[in-house]
């Protein structure tokens, strides 16, 4: 997509075009100064690395959130999929005494998920948030039914090496920070430069032009749900290498409120047909940083949620009203 000339000397147009697109820019640098402020220490290698290692598994979730998004979708299963995945990628490590085994379960595990989301959306005809909400419900109670309230832990024999696939370092770069880049990039050249990226954006403009047109927009659909899937089996082996006890009532809870909400502040459009990978990114770093904001102004942790809560909020609200100028 070719972007629209500027006229520098118009100010009002020039703004609308910075509010418009860089929104989610303004937004890290503001919120990114205003940490400075709060604690000069915020700008520390380590504070710095550790948002992105608090950042990276949701991260890796919210990718695939950006996708379903920008098809004018919502996935709300994604903390329940990591649950599962991650409860059951833990038998099969223990079981198999094989990283590459567990590795490969998850992200079969994940893409079978997605699968399972995308068909239903597409050849059942169902709402994709109707679809969701049930197979949230649904994978929650099957890891529940399966570790019987119990966690999932790493065997003894297999602890040492699995932890260091989330907690090792390259150089001192955390291997979580590194594994959120990488996909971040394959996920924005995914988006930016291949006709499925297009299709994704002119499905979630308009579903009816974009059939007219000649795209397959139930396909489209189905393999946007299947690379979410996928994500989040990668998010779940690496939460369980994180963790390695893996509780099935409580892990990944939240995820798919944060990743909506990263997609939200990161300036992609909530009806589809707009949005950035680069915002997602940024978008999970500012909800990082909101959060090391929080704790260093001694705002109670319960109130967190609520924060966050208001942020969607807000971002939707500036969407629409600069939808409607």
């Given at each position: ?9 118009n100010?009002?147009?020039?703004w ?6 860089y929104?989610?820019w303004?937004?890290f ?10 604690s000069?220490?915020f700008?520390?290698?380590?504070n710095?690395?550790?948002?992105f290692?608090?950042?990276a ?11 379903v ?34 590795l ?13 989301n995308?068909?239903?959306v597409?050849?059942?005809?169902i709402?994709?948030?109707?679809v969701?909400?049930a ?8 890891i ?25 370092r ?21 988006m930016?430069?291949?006709k ?13 032009a ?20 996928t ?21 990944g ?12 502040i990161?300036g ?29 102004a ?28």
């Amino acid at each position: 997509m070719k972007h629209p000339i500027i006229d520098f000397s118009n100010k009002k147009e020039l703004w609308h075009e910075i509010t418009n697109n860089y929104s989610h820019w303004l937004s890290f640098v503001f919120l990114f100064v205003v940490a400075i402020v709060v604690s000069p220490a915020f700008l520390s290698w380590s504070n710095l690395t550790n948002l992105f290692v608090q950042g990276a598994i949701v991260g890796i979730c919210a990718m695939g959130m950006s996708l379903v998004i920008s098809a004018g979708m919502i996935d709300l299963s994604t903390g329940s999929s990591v649950a599962l995945l991650s409860g059951l990628g833990v038998v099969v490590l223990n079981s198999s005494g094989s990283l590459l085994v567990a590795l490969l379960f998850c992200l079969v595990g994940g893409l079978l998920v997605g699968t399972i989301n995308g068909l239903l959306v597409t050849k059942g005809g169902i709402a994709p948030f109707i679809v969701t909400l049930a197979t949230m419900s649904a994978w929650r109670s099957v890891i529940n039914q399966l570790g019987q309230g119990g966690p999932f832990t790493v065997s003894p024999a297999m602890y040492q090496g699995f932890r260091n696939v989330a907690a090792g370092r390259i150089l001192g770069i955390p291997h979580l920070m590194i594994f959120l880049i990488i996909i971040s990039v394959i996920t924005a050249l995914l988006m930016s430069k291949t006709k499925f990226g297009r299709y994704v954006y002119a499905v979630g403009s308009n579903q009816q032009a974009a059939r007219l047109s000649g795209i397959s927009v139930d396909r489209v659909k189905a393999l946007i749900f299947m690379y979410a899937g996928t994500l989040y089996g990668l998010a779940a082996f690496l939460l369980a290498s994180r963790l390695t006890s893996i509780q099935a009532a409580s892990a990944g809870s939240g995820y798919e409120m944060d990743a909506i909400a990263a997609v939200a502040i990161g300036g992609t459009s909530m009806d589809g047909g707009k949005g950035k990978i680069i915002g997602t990114f940024l978008g999970i770093l500012m909800l990082r940083i909101i959060h090391t904001v929080l704790i260093m102004a001694n705002v109670p942790p319960f109130l967190n949620g609520l924060v966050q809560g208001i942020i969607i909020i807000v971002a939707v609200l500036a969407q629409s009203k600069r939808k409607n100028k």
